[in-house]
T-cell receptor, first 114, second 115 residues
C-alpha cells in the first residue's frame, strides 16, 4: 500500500513555463513533507519542505503547496529551466516506523525543453 | 547540508560473492543512517535503519543475514551484500540523519550489478 503517491511518472514543460508536480498521501498522521530532486546515478538532493502547520512554503523559484483536507501537495517551479530536468520525489517521514524513515513516492521525471 | 560519500560508486561482481558498500558522513555526526535501494522505474525503498552503536532495524522483507549493516562510528556505516545474486542488482543509496530532524542527506549511490 503506497502511502505517498505520485501518479504522473513524467512531465514535459517548455523552458520559462511553470512546472507543477503533484503528490498525494494517505496517512493523515504525516505532518512534514519533503521534495527531493534526483539526477541519474546520483543520490537525491533536498529541495524544499513544508510542515503541516503551513499551506505554502516558497524558496526562490520553488514553491510547495499543501492541502491537508485533500491530502495533496504540489511543487511549483517557475520559471522552469533545462537544468531542472530530473526526477522529483515527494517524501514524508514515517514516525510510526523507523524514526526519521522517509517514505518516498515513485517520482516524476520532469523534462524541461529549451 | 551535510556531505555524504559512498564507495564504491559502482561495482560488478559474480553471483555468490559478497560486496561491501561504505557510506561516510564527511562533516556531520550521523547518529542514524539509512540504507535504501532503488530498482529501475521504482521508488527509493528503505532497507534498514542503523543507529550508531546498536543493531540495525530491517524493514519487512529485507533479509538481515543477507544485508549486513554495521554502524560502528558516527561517520561510517557499511552495507555488505552477502552471496549476491543477479536479483540484488540495484542502486543502493545511504542517507544520514539526526534524531529530531526530518531532513536526510543522501550519498551519491552505488550501482551494483551481479552477473
Amino acid at each position: 500500500d503506497q502511502q505517498v503517491k505520485q501518479n504522473s511518472p513524467s512531465l514535459s514543460v517548455q523552458e520559462g513555463r511553470i512546472s507543477i508536480l503533484n503528490c498525494d498521501y494517505t496517512n493523515s498522521m504525516f505532518d512534514y513533507f519533503l521534495w527531493y530532486k534526483k539526477y541519474p546515478a546520483e543520490g537525491p538532493t533536498f529541495l524544499i519542505s513544508i510542515s503541516s502547520i503551513k499551506d505554502k512554503n516558497e524558496d526562490g523559484r520553488f514553491t510547495v503547496f499543501l492541502n491537508k483536507s485533500a491530502k495533496h501537495l504540489s511543487l511549483h517551479i517557475v520559471p522552469s529551466q533545462p537544468g531542472d530536468s530530473a526526477v522529483y520525489f515527494c517524501a514524508a517521514p514515517n514516525y510510526g516506523g523507523s524514526q526519521g524513515n522517509l517514505i518516498f513516492g515513485k517520482g516524476t521525471k520532469l523534462s524541461v525543453k529549451p | 547540508g551535510a556531505v555524504v560519500s559512498q564507495h564504491p560508486s559502482w561495482v560488478i561482481c559474480k553471483s555468490g560473492t559478497s560486496v561491501k558498500i561504505e557510506c561516510r558522513s564527511l562533516d556531520f555526526q550521523a547518529t542514524t543512517m539509512f540504507w535504501y535501494r532503488q530498482f529501475p522505474k521504482q521508488s527509493l525503498m528503505l532497507m534498514a535503519t542503523s543507529n550508531e552503536g546498536s543493531k540495525a532495524t530491517y524493514e519487512q522483507g529485507v533479509e538481515k543475514d543477507k544485508f549486513l549493516i554495521n554502524h560502528a562510528s558516527l561517520t561510517l556505516s557499511t552495507l555488505t551484500v552477502t552471496s549476491a545474486h543477479p536479483e540484488d542488482s540495484s542502486f543502493y543509496i545511504c542517507s544520514c540523519g539526526d534524531r529530531g530532524y526530518n531532513e536526510q542527506f543522501f550519498g551519491p549511490g552505488t550501482r551494483l550489478t551481479v552477473l
